[in-house]
């Protein structure tokens, strides 16, 4: 994760300057030096909520793939919802602990990076479509583990786990393989309904083949 980091955040920062002031200001003062023309169908309604503190939620909105607001409170009908502990929050925005969508709440490269032009508009289809939970369990290397809640469209149902390592994850992010190639060799296991694990998985897209 250091590694994919191009933005270092401030050491201790709390979860109410890190959403609500450094989000903002470092997306648009970088947003100026990527061409994000092709990325105007991108619009995203996310809420952060942070279980173990009071207040702990946050609304953040993507506008056109170029522009972020953010606020303290409850977002109104967020599309996806991300649930974890504070322990999760700080360990992400260090670098320890790999999780692309808070990075690419605050960095455009990385929003580019996860999303080629070409799969935007298919992208927003298919958020649009999915509807229930979904857990992600991390096991670390000191065999603890780490769950973060995907709400989509404030649905309680189907409900699925995935249970990966954490050295899953980190391949994944880096690219020595895609999510739906870890699950078919076996490095995710599913605990839930097939079927709506594979629209999950969808929203992850693949990587770009090199040419």
Not at 110 to 120: D, I, N
Not at 133 to 161: C, L, T, Y
Not at 187 to 201: D, N, R, T
Request: charged share 30%.
């Amino acid at each position: 994760m250091n590694g994919n980091h191009k933005i270092n955040v401030p050491k201790d920062i709390t979860p109410l300057e890190f959403f609500t002031r450094f989000v903002p200001e470092n997306f648009h003062r970088r947003v100026k030096d990527c061409d994000m023309t092709e990325y105007r169908p991108l619009n995203l309604t996310l809420q952060f909520r942070i279980t173990d503190i009071p207040d702990g939620e946050f609304g953040v909105k993507v506008i056109e793939g170029t522009r972020i607001e953010a606020f303290h409170g409850k977002m109104p009908n967020p599309q996806i919802t991300y649930e974890f502990p504070l322990g999760h929050f700080r360990e992400a925005v260090e670098g320890k602990l790999p999780w692309v969508p808070l990075e690419m709440a605050y960095n455009p490269e990385a929003l580019r990076k996860g999303l080629t032009s070409g799969q935007v508009r298919e992208q927003m289809e298919l958020i649009g479509g999915v509807k229930g939970q979904a857990v992600v369990s991390v096991k670390r290397e000191d065999d603890r583990v780490v769950d973060v809640k995907m709400n989509f469209h404030g649905a309680d149902e189907p409900a699925i786990v995935f249970n990966v390592t954490h050295k899953v994850v980190e391949g994944i992010e880096k690219n020595e393989y895609t999510v739906m190639e870890a699950f078919m060799a076996g490095k995710i296991k599913l605990a839930g309904p097939l079927e709506f694990a594979m629209h999950v998985m969808a929203l992850i897209p693949e990587r770009e083949e090199q040419e």
